[in-house]
């Protein structure tokens, strides 16, 4: 009898092995053993003369346990569990439902067939992890599928659909979801006798491969995207050619040593972080399943401007149908037509089906009449950023939508107090802060207020999910947590070329740290003018001073960058002089700056700010900030965030170094840099 939570029977001479390990049935060390056992024992039954192997519950198996990475290894592993399945003298069939991910699909790969329900998906994302397929991925795949599709999937990291599988030769059938059990079977009996297909033994696939050695430069001429400088995507890449060039048992020991090299490294340990970051997120105190959320069917968005707009087409294309209300006819034309647009190229560009663009404009409802909220369970405006504008529209959007109806703020730093004051529903009213362009960007910052009810972030949270977004909640504070950090950065970002430092080397230090740009191509892209005005202007800022010059960012082509017609920068003289002329009359002193101090500079109070955001309670714990500056800023996934990147380089460095610059170490990053701790745990 296997160990559960593996349990067999027999249908006939078909032993089932079933696998119940909620939530994703991960191949942690009892499901691997009972595995192990299964297997020998089908292979050991003379009456038993194939054997189908599936899960119950929502997916076949989902990978390795991630929980188990960094722990003493526990046998059997993975990798010898997956020999032993493809070398069973008896036909072993997977019978794939949900997602077989990674060492799920690496099983999968094992077994002789492979009979996938419609709708499941297949993928190895172990590069999103920091590693590579670790139990023989990268050797089977290419075998079954051929070398570029198996890059794509590895590389990538994206599962691709049962349909797909079968396409490319890495299903055998596929069948509809409830007769997966049974269709595993009768193929099981279909087959018995038949010589056994083993993936490793195939060879016309690697063959076609050494016929065809560019194979490798064109990926990487056509995904090049994909390797953003990670070590993961390159070892991936030299495992599938490890397949090519090598028999298969050395392919597998060159893939298990570029395993073993990426599990050790920071990388991987940041992007395993993320991962458990990411879905900690979603977990907020208080808020367990007996908080249930309100039903979301009909979405008013106040303001069809750039956000506004963004914002509907979350709801839009989520099946939600949306009132936008606007105060001017051709404002509000011109926000309808701007969602046509951007439907229309994601058509063109194949993200979405003509079918599937023409639904979702079909649920937009424009008007002038903020009456016609009424109906509406759900308003987010998304006005001018201005506390009398906003406190006004929530007072006369309280007295038109009906009771229960929740309220939301895309302010990106408002006191959302004072905003659900201006009603007589502050239970009711939170932040939704979307990040531009909202219909692109993952991130939500949910910020509750003092009177926020949790069934109303309750709704808020699984709102957030139903529209893909990533959704972090905060306490309200002036920028609540993105904003509220990336203001240091702003200002060291500032002083730093008032002392001397050039605004190009400030941005070059960013993006060799793989941010995707700096604060300054950041500034001439939004615009330097944002918010300047001629008639006022003083020329008492650096951004002044440049305005004043003519100088409005890559909108005019030029800023603290020339731009080219491609909108290219180079460094600008001028801009530099206008630097020179600002520095001279104030009369600071200039000195060089070398790169190590710019990103202590730009990045240590980014990290203190973050430690007062957590003491402070803004944010329930300091991975949400990881979560909120992966997916809101671009920092760079391969440190993992910026307060599991201070824990990496050590808190003790960082509090020196904020010593250093004469910054106040927040108590919370002391205590824990004096105690050796960590803020990621
Ligand atoms: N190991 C451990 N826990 C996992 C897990 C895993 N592989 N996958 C999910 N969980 C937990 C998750 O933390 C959460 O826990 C709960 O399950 C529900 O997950 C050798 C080395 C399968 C698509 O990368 O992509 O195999 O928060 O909220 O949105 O080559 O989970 O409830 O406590 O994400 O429905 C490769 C990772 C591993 C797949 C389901 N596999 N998982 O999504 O639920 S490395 C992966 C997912 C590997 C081998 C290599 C998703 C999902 P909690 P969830 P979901």
Same mark, same amino acid.
């Given at each position: 009898?296997?160990?559960?939570?593996?349990?067999?029977?027999?249908?006939?001479?078909?032993?089932?092995?079933?696998?119940?390990?909620?939530?994703?049935?991960?191949?942690?060390?009892?499901?691997?053993?009972g595995l192990m056992a299964a297997v020998l024992e089908g292979a050991a039954d003379a009456d038993v003369r194939a054997v189908v192997l599936r899960?119950?519950?929502?997916?076949?198996?989902?990978?390795?346990?991630?929980?188990?990475?960094?722990?003493?290894?526990?046998?059997?592993?993975?990798?010898?569990?997956?020999?032993?399945?493809?070398?069973?003298?008896?036909?072993?069939?997977?019978?794939?439902?949900?997602?077989?991910?990674?060492?799920?699909?690496?099983?999968?790969?094992?077994?002789?067939?492979?009979?996938?329900?419609?709708?499941?998906?297949?993928?190895?994302?172990?590069?999103?992890?920091?590693?590579?397929?670790?139990?023989?991925?990268?050797?089977?795949?290419?075998?079954?599928?051929?070398?570029?599709?198996?890059?794509?999937?590895?590389?990538?990291?994206?599962?691709?659909?049962?349909?797909?599988?079968?396409?490319?030769?890495?299903?055998?059938?596929?069948?509809?979801?409830?007769?997966?059990?049974?269709?595993?079977?009768?193929?099981?009996?279909?087959?018995?006798?038949?010589?056994?297909?083993?993936?490793?033994?195939?060879?016309?696939?690697?063959?076609?491969?050494?016929?065809?050695?560019?194979?490798?430069?064109?990926?990487?001429?056509?995904?090049?995207?994909?390797?953003?400088?990670?070590?993961?995507?390159?070892?991936?890449?030299?495992?599938?050619?490890?397949?090519?060039?090598?028999?298969?048992?050395?392919?597998?020991?060159?893939?298990?040593?570029?395993?073993?090299?990426?599990?050790?490294?920071?990388?991987?340990?940041?992007?395993?972080?993320?991962?458990?970051?990411?879905?900690?997120?979603?977990?907020?105190?208080?808020?367990d399943a007996s908080v249930v959320p309100q039903a979301i069917e009909r979405v008013g968005i106040v303001g069809a401007g750039t956000m506004g707009?963004?914002?509907?087409?979350?709801?839009?294309?989520?099946?939600?149908?949306?009132?936008?209300?606007?105060?001017?006819?051709?404002?509000?034309?011109?926000?309808?037509?701007?969602?046509?647009?951007?439907?229309?190229?994601?058509?063109?560009?194949?993200?979405?089906?003509?079918?599937?663009?023409?639904?979702?404009?079909?649920?937009?409802?424009?008007?002038?009449?903020?009456?016609?909220?009424?109906?509406?369970?759900?308003?987010?405006?998304?006005?001018?950023?201005?506390?009398?504008?906003?406190?006004?529209?929530?007072?006369?959007?309280?007295?038109?939508?009906?009771?229960?109806?929740?309220?939301?703020?895309?302010?990106?730093?408002?006191?959302?107090?004072?905003?659900?004051?201006?009603?007589?529903?502050?239970?009711?009213?939170?932040?939704?802060?979307?990040?531009?362009?909202?219909?692109?960007?993952?991130?939500?910052?949910?910020?509750?207020?003092?009177?926020?009810?949790?069934?109303?972030?309750?709704?808020?949270?699984?709102?957030?999910?139903?529209?893909?977004?990533?959704?972090?909640?905060?306490?309200?504070? &002036?920028?609540? /947590?993105?904003? @509220?950090? #990336?203001? $240091?950065?702003?200002?060291?970002?500032?002083?730093? =070329?008032? !002392? %001397?430092?050039?605004?190009?080397?400030?941005?070059?230090?960013?993006?060799?740290?793989?941010?995707?740009?700096?604060?300054?191509?950041?500034?001439?892209?939004?615009?330097?003018?944002?918010?300047?005005?001629?008639?006022t202007s003083q020329g008492a800022t650096l951004r002044e001073a440049m305005c004043e010059a003519g100088r409005r960012g890559q909108k005019n082509?030029?800023?603290?960058?020339?731009?080219?017609?491609?909108?290219?920068?180079?460094?600008?003289?001028?801009?530099?002089?206008?630097?020179?002329?600002?520095?001279?009359?104030?009369?600071?002193?200039?000195?060089?700056?070398? &790169?190590?101090? /710019?990103?202590? @500079?730009? #990045?240590? $109070?980014?990290?203190?700010?973050?430690?007062?955001? =957590?003491? !402070? %309670?803004?944010?329930?714990?300091?991975?949400?900030?990881?979560?909120?500056?992966?997916?809101?800023?671009?920092?760079?996934?391969?440190?993992?965030?910026?307060?599991?990147?201070?824990?990496?380089?050590?808190?003790?460095?960082?509090?020196?170094?904020?010593?250093?610059?004469?910054?106040?170490?927040?108590?919370?990053?002391?205590?824990?840099?004096?105690?050796?701790?960590?803020?990621?745990?």
């Amino acid at each position: 009898m296997a160990t559960a939570p593996i349990t067999t029977r027999r249908d006939g001479d078909i032993l089932v092995i079933t696998s119940n390990n909620p939530p994703v049935n991960a191949l942690g060390a009892a499901v691997r053993t009972g595995l192990m056992a299964a297997v020998l024992e089908g292979a050991a039954d003379a009456d038993v003369r194939a054997v189908v192997l599936r899960c119950v519950g929502r997916t076949f198996f989902a990978g390795a346990d991630i929980t188990e990475f960094g722990q003493p290894p526990v046998f059997p592993l993975l990798p010898e569990l997956v020999e032993v399945i493809e070398g069973s003298p008896k036909p072993i069939v997977a019978a794939i439902h949900g997602t077989a991910l990674g060492g799920g699909l690496e099983v999968a790969l094992a077994c002789h067939y492979r009979i996938a329900a419609d709708g499941a998906k297949l993928g190895l994302p172990e590069v999103k992890l920091g590693l590579l397929p670790g139990a023989g991925g990268t050797q089977r795949l290419p075998r079954l599928v051929g070398v570029t599709e198996a890059l794509t999937m590895i590389v990538g990291g994206s599962p691709v659909s049962a349909e797909r599988a079968s396409e490319i030769g890495l299903v055998d059938r596929v069948v509809g979801a409830d007769a997966l059990e049974a269709a595993a079977i009768a193929y099981a009996r279909d087959i018995i006798g038949e010589p056994l297909p083993r993936a490793s033994e195939r060879g016309e696939r690697i063959a076609e491969a050494v016929r065809d050695p560019a194979v490798f430069d064109r990926f990487r001429q056509a995904h090049g995207r994909l390797l953003k400088g990670l070590r993961a995507p390159e070892a991936c890449i030299a495992a599938v050619r490890a397949a090519v060039e090598l028999p298969f048992a050395d392919g597998l020991l060159r893939e298990r040593a570029l395993f073993q090299e990426l599990l050790a490294g920071d990388e991987s340990k940041a992007q395993r972080h993320y991962f458990f970051a990411e879905r900690a997120a979603g977990k907020i105190a208080g808020l367990d399943a007996s908080v249930v959320p309100q039903a979301i069917e009909r979405v008013g968005i106040v303001g069809a401007g750039t956000m506004g707009g963004g914002i509907a087409m979350n709801f839009l294309s989520a099946g939600i149908p949306v009132t936008l209300v606007e105060r001017e006819q051709a404002a509000l034309d011109r926000g309808v037509a701007t969602i046509g647009g951007n439907y229309a190229r994601n058509v063109r560009s194949g993200r979405m089906s003509e079918d599937a663009a023409g639904a979702a404009m079909a649920l937009l409802r424009p008007t002038l009449a903020l009456a016609d909220l009424a109906d509406s369970d759900l308003v987010i405006e998304a006005v001018f950023e201005d506390l009398a504008v906003k406190t006004a529209l929530f007072a006369e959007l309280d007295r038109i939508v009906k009771p229960g109806a929740i309220l939301a703020s895309n302010t990106s730093y408002l006191d959302i107090d004072a905003i659900a004051a201006a009603t007589g529903r502050p239970e009711a009213v939170l932040g939704l802060h979307f990040f531009s362009p909202a219909n692109i960007m993952r991130l939500l910052e949910v910020v509750r207020g003092a009177a926020t009810a949790p069934e109303v972030l309750a709704t808020a949270m699984a709102l957030s999910k139903r529209i893909g977004k990533i959704a972090v909640v905060a306490r309200t504070c &002036d920028g609540f /947590i993105g904003n @509220r950090m #990336l203001k $240091p950065r702003q200002e060291a970002a500032n002083q730093l =070329v008032l !002392e %001397g430092a050039k605004p190009w080397d400030v941005d070059r230090v960013l993006t060799a740290f793989r941010f995707p740009m700096g604060p300054f191509q950041m500034a001439d892209l939004a615009g330097l003018d944002l918010g300047w005005d001629a008639a006022t202007s003083q020329g008492a800022t650096l951004r002044e001073a440049m305005c004043e010059a003519g100088r409005r960012g890559q909108k005019n082509g030029r800023g603290f960058y020339d731009y080219d017609a491609e909108r290219r920068g180079t460094p600008s003289p001028q801009a530099e002089a206008i630097i020179a002329a600002f520095v001279a009359k104030r009369g600071t002193v200039q000195r060089a700056v070398d &790169d190590a101090e /710019i990103l202590e @500079r730009l #990045l240590y $109070p980014m990290v203190n700010e973050g430690a007062r955001i =957590v003491e !402070e %309670g803004v944010a329930q714990r300091a991975s949400d900030i990881d979560v909120v500056w992966v997916n809101g800023y671009g920092w760079p996934i391969g440190t993992g965030g910026p307060m599991f990147w201070a824990d990496t380089i050590g808190l003790d460095t960082v509090a020196a170094g904020l010593e250093r610059q004469g910054v106040a170490v927040a108590p919370l990053l002391r205590r824990l840099a004096a105690e050796g701790g960590r803020f990621t745990g």
